[in-house]
């Protein structure tokens, strides 16, 4: 039975993929398959699904962090955060490309995009890190460490995940906070062995600490406003995304004055345009998934999954999302994968908080992994180098990615000790 339903769905999800469609129409294609000719129910409800999966409140979360990050990206705060860690770090062997990690790694906690970082940090630190590295470290350093964004809250895959298993977003930002952590310090143990006879060349840099400081607080307080708000009980994260927000915007527009009321309206002109194409996906997703399980196909799956022990299990979700992540962007590879594996992991007493974070890891890498990680592409247009070059230049850092992969996936502790202590 889950062979002759799932084979022909994979087909149809297969071709049409391969010919470019879009992959909400590839999905709602499977979903209609599934809806008319495996559970011969009527299309109706096809639609039914479709708008109750948005009206779901933990959505409104999405929209808020979208335009915060957008915002940082439109105006100098980005900037702010680069100069400011290479100002602190000038002096330490490898300063410059750990400033790249640094103002990543703040960035992420503020936007939760892996473009967005990749395309913000692409523009501002190409020209020196290729002066004081190689092009292809450059290239690299830039294009993986904007994955820092999906994996470190409010990571967007971590609120896809959320979503789509209806798991608290709360606790799945504060599980992702110490991965996030364990990745920098991974990246940065490499950077600095790798530089250690070396004193970045930061004479682009100006200003000393106490002007760096006071230029990068704007940026800097809004990780604290969102984790702080979040992590100290004081508002939910819809909550923490509408007031950074808010003050993303009051800062760009009346303290620092960097953008005008016209890149103001763009700003949320090319948000919503994300914002649409995220819900799309979300809505199909739902009425896929609830057509998926209505053929009992997940049952299908666990059953036959129920024999693996708990570390094969995981060792087979690694292999399968790190595939997937070469292929698919991580909120639509959350859709698809997740409700099919969720209810394995759930039988074999993997917390789903820990599986989330797993999830938002694994795709993170695969947007700089060959042959469709999305940041590849957007390297490619910010840097204008070749493809070869930048997927060459990510690979020690792929290294390292799957070296926190592996203490995350098999500590779950690492990933557990916050929300037990926060919750």
């Keep these: 039975m889950f062979l002759h339903v ?3 769905m994979l087909l149809i999800l297969g071709v049409l993929l391969a010919f470019s469609f879009p992959i909400y129409i590839s999905l709602l294609a499977a979903t209609i398959y599934l809806q008319v000719f495996v559970n011969q129910m009527p299309l109706q409800n096809l639609f039914t699904g479709l708008f109750e999966a948005l009206t779901k409140n933990s959505l409104l979360a999405v929209p808020f962090f979208i335009v915060a990050g957008n915002l940082l990206s439109t105006s100098s705060l980005g900037e702010r955060l680069v100069n400011l860690f290479a100002v602190f770090l000038k002096r330490v062997p490898g300063g410059l490309a750990l400033s790249c990690i640094g103002a990543n790694a703040v960035f992420g906690a503020i936007s939760g995009s892996a473009p967005a970082a990749t395309a913000t940090f692409g523009k501002i630190l190409w020209k020196p890190l290729k002066e004081t590295y190689s092009e292809g470290e450059a290239a690299g350093l830039i294009t993986s460490s904007g994955s820092l964004s999906s994996i470190i809250p409010p990571a967007l895959p971590l609120i896809m995940y959320g979503i789509v298993t209806e798991t608290s977003l709360a606790k799945l930002f504060m599980a992702g906070f110490l991965p996030g952590v364990l990745c920098v310090v991974i990246l940065g143990i490499y950077l600095a062995v790798r530089h250690r006879k070396d004193v970045a060349n930061v004479t682009h840099v ?84 609830q057509a998926l399980t209505v053929t009992k196909a997940p049952l299908a799956l666990k059953d036959a999954m129920s024999g693996l022990s708990p570390f094969a299990f995981l060792l087979l979700i690694n292999l399968i999302l790190l595939i997937m992540g070469c292929f698919f962007d991580p909120g639509a590879a959350n859709l698809i994968i997740a409700p099919l594996l969720v209810p394995v992991a759930l039988l074999l007493g993997i917390d789903v908080i820990h599986l989330g974070v797993i999830f938002a890891v694994n795709l993170s890498i695969g947007m700089f992994t060959p042959p469709f990680g999305l940041s590849l592409f957007v390297s490619q247009s910010i840097l204008e180098r070749p493809m070869g070059l930048i997927a060459r230049g990510c690979v020690p850092f792929l290294i390292c990615y799957l070296i926190a992969l592996v203490f995350i996936t098999y500590i779950p502790q690492i990933s557990l000790i916050l929300p037990a202590i926060l919750s």
């Design 206 to 289: 100006r200003g000393e600490r106490t002007a760096a400081l006071k230029r990068g607080i704007p940026a800097l307080l809004l990780p604290v406003i969102i984790l702080g708000g979040i992590y100290g009980g004081f508002c939910s994260p819809t909550e923490a995304g509408a007031i950074a927000t808010l003050y993303a915007a009051i800062v760009s527009l009346f303290v620092i004055r960097d953008i005008n009321l016209r890149q103001f309206g763009k700003v949320f002109i090319d948000s919503a345009k994300t914002v649409g194409q995220l819900f799309i996906l979300i809505a199909v997703s739902n009425v896929f998934s």
């Design 6 to 8: 799932v084979l022909p």
